[in-house]
């Protein structure tokens, strides 16, 4: 279905953007396959999620918990957001310069959304990759927002989960071949974890 | 008498099944038929169509250029059953002239009948009489052309034109929008939204819409033209349909409009999205806009106005540009200053404050709405044009414990 939203997108010659997808971060953290789409250099690159769906984009809501500053020449921060299954891995750097000023100014803890592109590390050839998050927006917000995070994540996750058992869609087949020691069930139980995590 | 035009048609037709013809042979022939033969230039163009056609061997080409089977190009023809590169006759009221875009042309506008109506062009060597707006014609063995997919009718030096009476009025005929193409169109639409126009000679641009889509207009600036009102039904009779990138749009300039007391119930008049608000654009605040009456354009920091200049007595404004995300589409919204004001709690005044007194100026008022907007789930309603939310309401959402409840179920219900 994605798949068939873009393909109209560029026939319109319009420009479709790529939406902010909701995952927690215990799903994220198992990314291993990411692609790029189309060969030049704009195509957007996509991390596939174990639940079988590409992601170029995340929206998150959780606790910094943790923000420094890095680098002498090239001056970057790097952050950890908390959510109620795991945490995020942030980073803002000096080629997107507001959203660094933006984490620069946030005094850990503090309750933050965050706009941005989820991609994969390596330390080296062999060692397994990170997932991180490099951020377009960051803002603080309160409670109340994360709540509701938590729920619209939940849906989206089991929504997800639910495709996944049937569909024959290329990224779902995808994901069972290059995930296939990950049972989405974990997932579902990540999700009634968080759920049962607020507001109590 | 000149040959060039109908020596191009025909070698562009050759073109398309692959067979290059200098154009020049080809006014050769046509020259020699009509000039030393007496040859009707329909026939001509059909004859030396077919000559060609069995000389390149190819088959299918000999049936096109003639004036139809049935009776010969001196038939009228509805306007609506007209193809490209046919020789037509027709019997057809001038509804519209426009200014002739070079001065190879006499004349141009809309004719109609019945059917429908074409955009035609006169050119100034078809010596062809002057045509007045209102006025019944029979022009025989003119040519439909296609440029762009617009079909336009052709009047040359071979055509006949004679003013004719004909009784009855004609009564055109609307379409709803969707079914609008390239061409002449009539509907009956609601003026939905004006926007801040670009270019010194348009009068107005904005979107009309009826039941079944919506579509841009544009007016350009000339004695005797109006601006529609927004919100108010109209009657648009033989407007010009244009396209651009895949996209439509209405020329009113040459279109009789007659406002209409009732109302429509536009499509995509109610939208709801309700999602995260991922990005506030540059632009989005406290604005300034020209105050010169019926301009409103958003001014640059410099308080420029692109059609008035310099404008130091600007108005203030609000609003905000963004995206809202709801997980599976990026929605573009834009929020007028009441939505903004009541989304934000900082209302016009006191972004004014701001604005005049902060040493950041306009950009506080920027940074300070982001910090309380940005990030935060919404539902806005509104209306979805060209992938825009224009929103009319916009408010935050809550949390409902039903809901939270209901996830709780599904999530621990048996996998
Ligand atoms: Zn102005």
Redesign the interface.
């Known amino acids: 279905m994605?798949t068939n939203?873009r393909e109209i997108g560029r026939?319109?010659?319009?420009f479709e953007?790529?939406?902010?997808?909701?995952v927690f971060a215990s799903e994220l953290r198992e990314c291993r396959y990411d692609f790029k789409e189309g060969t030049d250099e704009k195509s957007p690159t996509f991390v596939l999620l174990p639940t079988g769906e590409r992601c170029n984009r995340v929206?998150i809501?959780g606790t910094l918990t943790e923000k420094q500053r890095q680098g002498d020449q090239n001056i970057f921060y790097r952050g950890r957001v908390v959510d109620p299954t795991g945490t995020f891995f942030i980073m803002a750097g000096s080629y997107q310069p507001e959203a660094m000023q933006q984490l620069a100014k946030i005094e850990a803890p503090a309750f933050?959304?965050?706009?941005g592109k989820p991609g994969l590390y390596r330390k080296d050839e062999a060692s397994t990759p990170m997932v991180s998050v490099r951020v377009?927006?960051?803002?603080?917000?309160d409670k109340?927002?994360r709540?509701?995070?938590v729920?619209?994540t939940?849906?989206?996750t089991?929504d997800r989960?639910d495709i996944f058992k049937t569909s024959t869609e290329p990224d779902v087949i995808k994901a069972k071949e290059v995930y296939p020691s990950i049972d989405p069930?974990v997932f579902?139980r990540a999700?009634?974890d968080a759920?049962?995590q607020?507001?109590m | 008498m000149d040959f060039s035009e109908t020596a191009d048609r025909i070698s562009r037709k050759f073109q398309k099944s692959g067979q290059t013809i200098d154009p020049k042979k080809i006014e050769g022939k046509l020259r020699r038929l009509i000039e030393e033969f007496g040859v009707q230039p329909s026939e001509a163009e059909r004859s030396v169509t077919n000559d060609l056609a069995k000389e390149f061997n190819i088959p299918q080409m000999g049936s096109g250029g003639g004036g139809g089977k049935s009776g010969g190009a001196t038939e009228p023809k509805k306007i609506a059953d007209m193809s490209p590169e046919e020789w037509v006759t027709l019997e057809g009221k001038v509804v519209a002239l426009s200014t002739p875009a070079s001065p190879a042309i006499a004349q141009s506008g809309i004719i109609a009948d019945d059917s429908g109506g074409i955009r035609f062009v006169a050119w100034a060597k078809s010596n062809a009489p002057a045509m007045t707006v209102d006025s019944w014609y029979h022009i025989e063995s003119a040519v439909v052309d296609e440029f762009k997919g617009v079909a336009s009718l052709k009047i040359h030096s071979g055509t006949t034109v004679k003013e004719c009476v004909t009784d009855g009025a004609l009564v055109p005929s609307t379409v709803p929008v969707v079914n609008l193409h390239p061409g002449v169109g009539s509907v009956r639409a609601k003026v939905i939204q004006e926007w801040d126009t670009t270019h010194e000679r348009m009068l107005q641009s904005g979107i009309l819409g009826d039941e079944t889509g919506t579509i841009k207009f544009v007016i350009w600036k000339e004695a005797g033209k109006e601006k529609l009102v927004v919100g108010s039904v109209y009657n648009i009779f033989y407007a010009m349909v244009d396209e651009y990138?895949?996209k439509l749009s209405l020329n009113l300039n040459t279109a009789t409009i007659m406002q209409d007391d009732g109302d429509i119930l536009v499509s995509g008049g109610n939208v709801a999205v309700r999602g995260?608000l991922?990005?506030i654009a540059p632009g989005s605040g406290i604005i300034k806009r020209c105050p010169v009456e019926g301009c409103n354009r958003a001014l640059s920091r410099q308080n420029y106005c692109p059609v008035h200049e310099i404008q130091p007595k600007f108005i203030y404004d609000l609003r905000i540009k963004g995206?809202l995300?709801?997980?599976?589409?990026?929605h573009n919204i834009l929020l007028q200053r009441d939505v903004v004001e009541s989304l934000t709690g900082i209302t016009l005044d006191a972004a004014k404050e701001i604005a005049e007194n902060n040493p950041l100026g306009m950009d506080e008022v920027f940074l300070q709405m982001?910090?309380k907007v940005?990030?935060?789930?919404v539902t806005c309603h509104g209306r979805e044009i060209d992938?825009r939310l224009l929103v009319n309401t916009c408010e935050r959402?809550?949390?409902e414990?039903g809901?939270?409840a209901a996830?709780?179920n599904?999530?621990?219900g048996a996998?």
């Not at chain 1, 933050?112 to 706009?115: C, D, F, L, T």
């Not at chain 1, 377009?136 to 917000?141: A, G, H, L, P, Y």
């Not at chain 2, 940005?374 to 789930?377: D, H, I, K, N, V």
């Open positions: 994605s939203a026939k319109d010659g319009s953007r790529e939406p902010a997808r909701r929206f809501v933050v959304a965050v706009i377009e927006s960051i803002n603080v917000v109340d927002t709540d509701l995070w729920l619209d939940a849906a989206r089991l989960i069930a579902r999700a009634y759920l049962a607020i507001k | 990138n895949g995260a991922v990005h995206w995300d709801d997980g599976e589409k990026t982001r910090e940005l990030g935060r789930y992938n959402l809550t949390f414990s809901e939270h996830l709780l599904r999530a621990g996998s």
